[in-house]
């Protein structure tokens, strides 16, 4: 017998062999059909797959993330499936699980695959999953492995087993029907599990990401366990695509890209520079409030900065190429981020235990050399700003300063509108210490100090193993906009290795040198990629304290042109800022372009109004308010706000 420990602490003892699929059985049918996957001692494994040892149980369903990328990821496989059978010759590069369904990366062998396609192949997937084929798990070793992708003369397989060998992992193929893949897993028990299909893109994508190497078609696609959970997915992406941060963008001119400046290099325009302004002057007020203090780095650092920091060894590839200056062996690099630079701040004069914490902020700009095929309006970009900052505090002021940087995150989150969200706590993975530096017992006490002050903030956290920054574990905000879309929003990290690689001090009461323990910190991670979230969240329908023009004034004729310039310089005294269209349009022209535009209130001016000093309040989406005067509407706009 072996004992099985549930998530609420009961131990339940069963034969062993048993899976997590017969335990869910053994609670309620009604459970079990529910169950799509089972977390075995912190890992997630086929609910069907056999369990030898005592362990701890979660079962996981289509509310779970992990039953959701289970069943995304057997829905790339029944893709695969689908392809092989529609387009003999065809090659498989990689299919996994994404946070909006899946992908497969295919060599199609000369056929061509198009949108157009789409209908048979999705057809072909319904064909299959109503078969009820089982994922059969089946155990290899790497020379079978080899032996069976060779005699298939398939190099991308044969590629990545190479890879398998060195890191010395555990070979599993997975079958369904005639179809087989290598897969570490796992899977739902059956295809026909998978009621509803979508398939939803087609793109090129390199091999391995190398774009000195093949070409793939990668196939993106959707699935659901019920038709109506599609039916709301389809609504929401209709929606979705008016609100589209790209195309509110162009058409509220807040911001623009230019081939000749270069790709993945958003210029803001007058309106939404003046948003962006407002944002970054509201977290300047918040952190004056807390004793920050704003310096201003280069956008650029030599090449031995980023190599002493790790950061030329973990993002080079991602980085610009360095900057050869005339001087022999001298190179720079675009920053891709602030902390060395902030380090560099800490490390130029001696401190006190007295003058700690140290916080300092900037909003920096930094560089990455992302992939063209990945770069995606604001929100995936080559030059973005952030709101960063660091702390350089003591071990025991470390809880403390965690806790006031999550009290200001959670401030700025409700200020925007952000009111259902998740902390993330992001750790290391165990099983790929190479993607780390610094030592483990670093890490323990980093890891820790999150797990004990979001435990202490009761926040409502999830734990990723993996999602940890290179230098430090972090906390992650996973916010939800309007449509139900989860984006990670706002970041705490805690970090003991930069200041190692720095060599920081700071001489404490004992009158010895210690280390200082660092915290980065981004509420608004980069502001481009925040403004896309806030653009779709909002509709393009800002708060009004953010809306970069609050009123219109609308007269009716060129005759009242005086009057309306006289009330946008007297609502320019209350700090309500607007503007006059002049055009020679009809008002109700004006208004349609008013509410196109999204200003909150369009203030009408005519004979009668100008005669009275009065004002014919619309407000935009809700139509006529009611006539005011200039001060009445400064009051009302003010209860507004």
């Known amino acids: 017998m072996i004992n099985i420990t549930f998530p609420d602490g009961n131990v339940r003892q069963y034969e062993a062999g048993t899976t997590a699929m017969d335990i869910a059985k053994s609670i309620s049918h009604g459970l079990a059909k529910k169950v799509l996957s089972a977390k075995i001692n912190g890992e997630v494994w086929d609910a069907t797959r056999p369990i030898h040892e005592d362990a701890t149980l979660q079962l996981l369903t289509w509310d779970d993330k992990d039953g959701k990328m289970t069943f995304w990821h057997s829905s790339a496989h029944l893709m695969a499936e689908a392809l092989e059978a529609l387009y003999p010759g065809i090659k498989f590069g990689t299919g996994p699980a994404t946070d909006g369904g899946f992908y497969y990366d295919v060599d199609t062998d000369g056929h061509t695959?198009?949108?157009?396609?789409?209908?048979?192949?999705?057809?072909?997937?319904?064909?299959?999953?109503?078969?009820?084929?089982?994922?059969?798990?089946?155990?290899?070793?790497?020379?079978?492995?080899?032996?069976?992708?060779?005699?298939?003369?398939?190099?991308?397989?044969?590629?990545?087993?190479?890879?398998?060998?060195?890191?010395?992992?555990?070979?599993?193929?997975?079958?369904?029907?005639?179809?087989?893949?290598?897969?570490?897993?796992?899977?739902?028990?059956?295809?026909?599990?998978?009621?509803?299909?979508?398939?939803?893109?087609?793109?090129?994508?390199?091999?391995?990401?190398?774009?000195?190497?093949?070409?793939?078609?990668?196939?993106?696609?959707?699935?659901?366990?019920?038709?109506?959970?599609?039916?709301?997915?389809?609504?929401?992406?209709?929606?979705?695509?008016?609100?589209?941060?790209?195309?509110?963008?162009?058409?509220?001119?807040?911001?623009?890209?230019?081939?000749?400046?270069?790709?993945?290099?958003?210029?803001?325009?007058?309106?939404?520079?003046?948003?962006?302004?407002?944002?970054?002057?509201?977290l300047r007020v918040e952190q004056e409030k807390r004793g920050y203090k704003l310096v201003t780095t280069p956008h650029i650092g030599k090449k031995d900065l980023y190599v002493t920091s790790g950061h030329y060894e973990k993002y080079g590839e991602d980085s610009f190429h360095p900057i050869s200056t005339p001087r022999e062996g001298e190179e720079f690099l675009l920053k891709p981020m602030n902390c060395p630079h902030h380090c560099e701040i800490f490390a130029h004069r001696p401190h006190s235990y007295r003058d700690l914490p140290l916080r300092i902020a900037e909003f920096g700009t930094v560089y990455r050399y992302e992939q063209s095929g990945e770069l995606h309006g604001l929100s995936r970009v080559r030059g973005f700003t952030q709101d960063d900052a660091h702390i350089f505090c003591t071990q025991e002021q470390l809880k403390g300063e965690f806790l006031n940087v999550l009290d200001l995150t959670k401030t700025v989150l409700a200020k925007m509108g952000f009111e259902e969200f998740t902390a993330q706590i992001s750790l290391r993975d165990p099983e790929t210490p190479e993607k780390y530096i610094g030592s483990k017992s670093n890490w323990?006490?980093?890891?820790?100090?999150?797990?004990?002050?979001?435990?202490?903030?009761?926040?409502?956290?999830?734990?990723?193993?993996?999602?940890?920054?290179?230098?430090?574990?972090?906390?992650?905000?996973?916010?939800?906009?309007?449509?139900?879309?989860?984006?990670q929003l706002g970041t705490i990290q805690v970090d003991y290795n930069l200041p190692d690689r720095f060599e920081l001090e700071y001489v404490g009461a004992d009158n010895e040198t210690h280390r200082p323990v660092m915290i980065h910190r981004a509420p608004f991670g980069s502001m481009e990629r925040f403004i896309s979230i806030l653009i779709e969240h909002t509709g393009g329908k800002f708060p009004l304290w953010l809306a970069p023009e609050q009123f219109a004034i609308l007269p009716i004729s060129d005759r009242f042109n005086e009057y309306a310039a006289k009330v946008e310089q007297e609502l320019a005294q209350h700090d309500i800022r607007g503007f006059v269209d002049d055009r020679g349009e009809k008002v109700g022209r004006k208004i349609r372009d008013a509410e196109v535009k999204k200003v909150p209130f369009m203030l009408i001016v005519g004979e009668k109004e100008t005669e009275n000093g009065t004002l014919s309040v619309r407000k935009q989406g809700d139509g006529d308010v009611g006539t005011m005067t200039v001060a009445e509407f400064a009051a009302y706009f003010q209860q507004q706000s």
């Open 444 to 487: 323990e006490a980093a890891e820790q100090a999150i797990i004990d002050a979001t435990k202490e903030a009761g926040l409502n956290t999830v734990t990723e193993l993996g999602e940890a920054a290179f230098y430090g574990p972090k906390l992650d905000f996973m916010v939800k906009d309007a449509l139900g879309r989860s984006w």
């Open 113 to 282: 695959i198009s949108s157009d396609d789409f209908p048979k192949i999705e057809a072909k997937m319904q064909e299959l999953a109503r078969q009820k084929n089982e994922y059969v798990r089946k155990p290899i070793s790497i020379d079978e492995a080899i032996d069976f992708y060779k005699e298939k003369g398939d190099e991308y397989k044969l590629e990545l087993l190479e890879k398998r060998r060195e890191e010395g992992a555990d070979i599993t193929l997975y079958q369904q029907g005639d179809f087989i893949d290598l897969c570490r897993g796992p899977h739902v028990p059956h295809t026909g599990y998978i009621k509803a299909i979508k398939l939803t893109k087609v793109a090129g994508a390199y091999w391995q990401g190398d774009e000195n190497r093949q070409q793939l078609t990668r196939v993106y696609g959707i699935t659901f366990p019920k038709k109506k959970e599609l039916d709301l997915y389809e609504k929401m992406i209709e929606e979705a695509k008016e609100r589209d941060h790209r195309k509110l963008g162009a058409e509220l001119e807040l911001f623009m890209f230019s081939e000749r400046v270069g790709q993945g290099l958003p210029m803001w325009l007058p309106k939404g520079n003046q948003l962006r302004d407002r944002l970054m002057n509201f």
